[in-house]
């Protein structure tokens, strides 16, 4: 990194090749790419913490045709996978984009793991709608490694911890690990009492050392690679410093005023800018005119860092570049609910588990399901969004009995031993004796309520569900109880007393966004603004609004910002050839 000093009373310039803006997976693969190809990289985060929103997440990537199922000997036709993504995104499907995601997917994975600290292990996801043409039971997503986290160091205390909603005490565990299988477990089995004995003790002696969880797992593991891999290579992040604009001069966006803990200065760039904000998932005024659920009156409440507020798009358009609302889902949808917390304040609580569960099922407010509430959170937000079209409100209740709730717990509710009572007394769940004292206490239809559950029932006593087929993919099934056979994902809603949970409408971050293209270049009308990119969910994605698989946003998001860097990098050393040989011919 070079400092310049500029004259007397001016703040100090910093100059690099690239500067990136946004510290989550998009901006910390491109900027590490960068600088393995030998430019000197700046990246900038205007929050505490470095991560952005992949420090949430499940830190899952979808990529087809990875090393790690070739190595489990699960082979992946590429045809195959065209199929599926033609399946999924219908008239959106963009050749150029998916062509070069396929080719470059599995180079990105492995040049990762080659090159840094960033490393994955496989899992078993199934695509999310396996049964389409295309779609596999296993082999496309991987997911980031365990991290000891105390390997950064001092710069620890710039990681994003992971969303409170979703740890217990702070303890990160993955959907589907031994962790949780073990904490289910604890009061039936001596062994998986003494593991979960072990994991607490050993987390408490973390807590009181870092005053935070330091074995991190999932998305927080994947930005702590990331942060690590980045840092060792010399790139400084620059935390606290928001971008304010971006400098143009000559019709080329050549760097950013930026505002941080040195005051305002100016960073200049001799190759690129990258916006790697992170999408817009809390600007009001572009969600407001984004999502139907709002144009209605309805709530949305998302979980994703408060500060993803669609910087990148608003620097983006100033520049010339557009931001077309185009896609029929312009989010990933996430159902969520509003966790009361003791500050009087709410916390935000992703439904990623409870709804795949056996006695579980969803309702809208008349009291009537919907959809199958195993099929994928897009999927069922999206099924909400529309069952709810005729209403103001946009939302749908989790009901079952005393069993369930024991046995699984639901939402932000944990499962026995630990205790119901704050959650009742809070009004986080509500409890009724009978069905239709519940849906009274509710607000839901009680007659349909009491029908949905009898109708509902009459299958399941045959492990069926038979309106909307729950349970009959392997998706379903995989995030399901396997201990309940033959259908992990149904069971009759048994006596009361009863339990309802209302959930509302959140997401994981928005599909819609800046105009590209493939080598992530932003797009004013057809020609690319130059000096100016875009990755990571400041990019419109390329699953055209729909969700097709476990780790359909980050996949492509290392992957194109792989791909980014490599032609900042190489459009940069086309320019120096031909300055040279002009040089010479002179």
Request: one cysteine or more; proline letters at 5%; a positive charge.
């Amino acid at each position: 990194m070079t400092t310049v000093n500029r004259s007397s009373g001016d703040a100090c310039d910093l100059v690099c090749d690239l500067l990136v803006i946004g510290s989550g997976a998009g901006g910390l693969s491109t900027a590490i790419t960068a600088k393995k190809q030998g430019l000197d990289v700046i990246v900038v985060e205007k929050e505490a913490f470095f991560g952005g929103t992949t420090a949430f997440s499940g830190g899952v990537l979808w990529i087809p045709g990875n090393r790690h199922a070739k190595d489990a000997g699960i082979a992946d036709d590429r045809d195959a996978v065209r199929t599926y993504m033609h399946h999924e995104t219908g008239a959106l499907y963009d050749e150029a984009a998916v062509e070069a995601f396929l080719d470059a997917g599995p180079r990105m994975l492995d040049f990762f793991e080659r090159e840094t600290d960033v490393k994955f292990l496989p899992t078993l996801y199934p695509d999310y709608h396996p049964d389409a043409p295309g779609g596999v039971d296993v082999g496309r997503s991987v997911v980031a490694a365990p991290f000891d986290a105390t390997a950064l160091g001092a710069d620890l205390v710039r990681l994003r911890p992971p969303l409170k909603t979703i740890t217990f005490i702070g303890m990160m565990f993955n959907s589907s690990s031994a962790d949780l299988k073990h904490f289910f477990n604890a009061t039936k089995s001596l062994a998986s009492a003494w593991y979960v004995a072990k994991r607490l003790a050993s987390h408490l002696r973390e807590l009181a050392l870092y005053k935070r969880g330091v074995q991190v797992t999932s998305g927080n593991a994947l930005a702590a690679r990331l942060a690590k891999s980045a840092l060792d290579l010399g790139i400084p992040i620059h935390t606290h410093t928001g971008a304010k604009e971006l400098i143009v001069e000559k019709g080329r966006v050549c760097g950013a005023v930026v505002n941080g803990n040195r005051g305002e200065m100016r960073i200049t760039a001799r190759r690129a800018v990258v916006l790697a904000c992170g999408g817009f998932s809390h600007d009001i005024a572009r969600i407001k005119a984004a999502y139907p659920h709002l144009q209605r009156g309805g709530e949305h409440v998302s979980p994703v860092p408060r500060g993803i507020t669609g910087d990148g798009a608003r620097m983006a358009e100033r520049a010339g570049g557009r931001v077309p609302i185009r896609y029929p889902q312009p989010a990933a949808w996430m159902p969520v609910s509003r966790v009361p917390l003791k500050d009087g304040s709410f916390g935000v609580f992703p439904h990623l588990l409870d709804r795949y569960k056996p006695g579980i099922i969803g309702v809208t407010r008349n009291g009537r399901r919907f959809t199958n509430e195993s099929n994928s959170y897009h999927d069922v937000g999206a099924a909400m969004i529309d069952a709810c079209r005729n209403e103001r409100e946009t939302a749908m209740w989790l009901v079952c009995d005393h069993a369930t709730i024991r046995r699984y717990g639901l939402g932000f509710a944990k499962p026995a031993p630990l205790p119901l009572g704050s959650h009742l007394r809070n009004g986080y769940l509500v409890k009724g004796r009978t069905l239709a004292e519940l849906a009274r206490n509710a607000g839901i239809d009680a007659a349909a309520l009491e029908a949905t559950v009898r109708e509902y029932n009459a299958g399941a006593q045959r492990n069926e569900d038979a309106q909307f087929g729950r349970g009959t993919t392997s998706f379903n099934r995989y995030l399901g109880d396997p201990a309940h056979t033959p259908n992990p994902c149904v069971a009759p809603v048994g006596d009361g007393p009863y339990y309802a949970l209302k959930v509302v409408m959140g997401d994981l971050g928005t599909f819609d966004g800046i105009a590209t293209n493939t080598a992530g270049q932003v797009l004013a009308n057809a020609d690319p603004v130059p000096g100016l990119y875009a990755v990571g969910n400041d990019r419109a994605s390329i699953m055209g609004g729909n969700y097709p698989g476990a780790g359909i946003t980050l996949g492509p998001i290392m992957t194109f910002g792989y791909l980014t860097a490599l032609h900042i990098a190489q459009s940069g050393n086309v320019h120096e050839r031909q300055r040279a040989e002009l040089r010479s011919a002179a």
